[in-house]
């Protein structure tokens, strides 16, 4: 994993398996050919202890790296939207795109 571009709750219904979970997004995984971002997801726990993760597969078969640099939601958190760009120089104009994320 490279950093931390996101991270939100998801309330919608939309996606069961995501419902009431933190969803959250990594820049750029390494060992993907074009690079590209990763994004998963989680409960939150109250013990304290060390929680897992599922990875989210994204199913746009990016052909130029994709940088997944955001993660959004609308108001009342029951749609996700992730924006990509495809080079790491965000001054760059015309490089990105956001995508909303559905079943």
Same mark, same amino acid.
């Given at each position: 994993?490279?950093?931390?571009?996101?991270?939100?709750?998801?309330?919608?219904?939309?996606?069961?398996?995501?419902? =009431?979970?933190?969803? /959250? +997004?990594?820049?750029?995984?390494?060992? @993907? #050919?074009?690079?590209? =971002?990763?994004?998963? /997801? +989680?409960?939150?726990?109250?013990?304290? @202890? #060390?929680?897992?993760?599922?990875?989210?597969?994204? +199913?746009?078969?990016?052909?130029?790296?994709?940088?997944?640099?955001?993660?959004?939601?609308?108001?009342?958190?029951?749609?996700?939207?992730?924006?990509?760009?495809?080079?790491?120089?965000?001054?760059?104009?015309?490089?990105?795109?956001?995508?909303?994320?559905?079943?």
């Amino acid at each position: 994993a490279t950093a931390l571009t996101g991270i939100l709750p998801y309330m919608g219904s939309a996606i069961p398996e995501l419902t =009431g979970s933190l969803v /959250f +997004t990594d820049l750029a995984y390494r060992g @993907k #050919s074009p690079q590209r =971002g990763v994004i998963a /997801f +989680t409960k939150a726990r109250t013990d304290f @202890k #060390s929680n897992d993760y599922k990875l989210i597969n994204i +199913t746009n078969d990016f052909t130029e790296p994709a940088y997944f640099v955001s993660l959004g939601t609308n108001q009342n958190q029951t749609k996700l939207y992730l924006g990509v760009n495809n080079s790491l120089n965000m001054t760059q104009q015309n490089k990105g795109a956001i995508f909303e994320i559905i079943p």
